[in-house]
């Protein structure tokens, strides 16, 4: 499909970067005119893909360049005011040939937390096509700024846009590694799997079509509705065989180009569980999800429909929902068949609940120093923390 791509704030930005970098490396044509907004001038200049003219600076009258330094309220004040910055960049891109928007934001600082959701409930007045959120949750120990910027935050975006995919830093973090240290590996993972979902279907510069298309529509259709997505994935390394075209694949065992579809096909299935059930962008039950998407890519010889088939039936029992798409997304060159499923509309996310619990304690931690450096502790006994307010 065809994204209009935002990165908003430093790891909106350079999450962005590597989605452009991963599209060059794939030969693929998914992002139209990538763009990354920041109030950090330094942020800025250390993206490498993204085009110099796309990149917009904004609160240089409140911030003058330095960042908010994670007030989301003071990020989101800014986004409001600079909105029309941010929409002139945006004017460059043709949207009658984009399919959505997609605009990615690190949750726990200041810029992208506070600008996602501003920006995507602008974008919402102002166009037709679906508003989509790339949401990255702080990992545990980053502090209790940033769970209640995140815990704001979220709450906003979900309600602004259109479906929110998450990627949680603290379920991919390794442990004994530094949060910093990780990004890079983190951000290759985010990329990896949500670059093969949305680069299904954009078969450009490849003649070939798939057995079963995945579309844009589809992708949409599963995100529509609204709520949190996560997304599973799983890979397996494969030996490339004949030109892999269409007509070689197996329609019976042991097929023109000598693969056996009882194999090709077992080794599908197994991807599918693996993907739902290792590790998730967002840990959560699947028994609470209201649709999927399943992508399975790789050389055409290693697709089969049948496979695909009983991977979607699978999904279907364990979600408890019948509302499973799938297709196949032929990729002639790799060496590897891959299945990603897009989980959307999750509701039994314990990570999400342990995130407000730990933002309440952040904001009475917060309000209680505040109070005894005004020696008003009386206020803060009667005002009593119960819930986390939304952004706004
Ligand atoms: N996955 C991932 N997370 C990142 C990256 N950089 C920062 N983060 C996370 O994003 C949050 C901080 O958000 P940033 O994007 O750095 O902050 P910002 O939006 O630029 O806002 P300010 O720096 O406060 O102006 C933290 O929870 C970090 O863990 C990155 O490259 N990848």
């Not at 909105?83 to 928007?101: K, N, P, T, W």
């Not at 949750?137 to 910027?149: F, H, Q, S, V």
């Not at 442990?175 to 990896?192: F, H, L």
């Not at 314990?350 to 917060?366: G, S, T």
Request: charged share 25%; proline share 3%; with cysteine.
């Amino acid at each position: 499909m065809k994204l209009a791509l935002i990165g908003f704030g430093q790891a909106g930005g350079k999450i962005v970067d590597e989605f452009v970098a991963y599209e060059r490396r794939a030969g693929l044509d998914i992002f139209s005119a990538p763009v990354a907004v920041n109030t950090a001038k330094t942020d800025l200049h250390g993206l490498e893909h993204v085009p110099t003219d796309n990149r917009v600076l904004v609160g240089q009258a409140r911030v003058k360049g330095h960042g908010v330094g994670a007030d989301n309220e003071l990020g989101a004040e800014i986004a409001e005011q600079d909105i029309d910055e941010i929409q002139s960049a945006l004017d460059g891109i043709s949207v009658h040939e984009v399919d959505a928007f997609l605009i990615v934001a690190g949750l726990g600082g200041g810029t992208g937390s506070g600008g996602a959701p501003v920006l995507a409930k602008h974008l919402k007045r102002i166009y037709t096509e679906p508003v989509f959120g790339l949401g990255v949750l702080p990992a545990k120990d980053e502090g209790g700024i940033y769970t209640l910027n995140a815990a704001r935050s979220f709450q906003t975006f979900v309600r602004e846009a259109d479906n929110v995919l998450v990627f949680d830093n603290d379920a991919w973090r390794k442990t004994g590694e530094s949060m910093r240290g990780g990004y890079e590996a983190i951000n290759r993972e985010i990329v990896r799997r949500f670059g093969m979902l949305f680069g299904a279907g954009e078969t450009v510069g490849n003649d070939r079509v798939a057995e079963s298309v995945v579309d844009s529509s589809e992708i949409i259709n599963t995100l529509a509705g609204g709520g949190v997505s996560t997304v599973g994935y799983a890979a397996e390394s494969v030996e490339r065989s004949g030109d892999g075209g269409l007509f070689s694949r197996v329609d019976h065992r042991g097929g023109a180009d000598g693969l056996d579809e009882t194999n090709t096909t077992n080794r599908i299935t197994s991807l599918v569980r693996k993907a739902a059930l290792g590790r998730l962008t967002l840990p959560c039950d699947l028994s609470g999800t209201e649709r999927s998407l399943l992508v399975v890519g790789g050389p055409p010889a290693h697709l089969n429909r049948k496979g695909i088939e009983r991977g979607r039936s699978w999904l279907e029992e364990e979600t408890g929902s019948m509302e499973v798409r799938g297709g196949d997304y032929p990729l002639p060159d790799s060496d590897t068949v891959a299945g990603a499923v897009l989980f959307s509309g999750v509701h039994k996310v314990p990570r999400i609940k342990d995130l407000q619990r730990v933002a309440i304690e952040a904001r009475e931690n917060i309000d209680r120093r505040q109070a005894e450096s005004e020696d008003n502790l009386d206020r803060l006994l009667e005002d009593g923390a119960e819930e986390i307010s939304p952004l706004y």
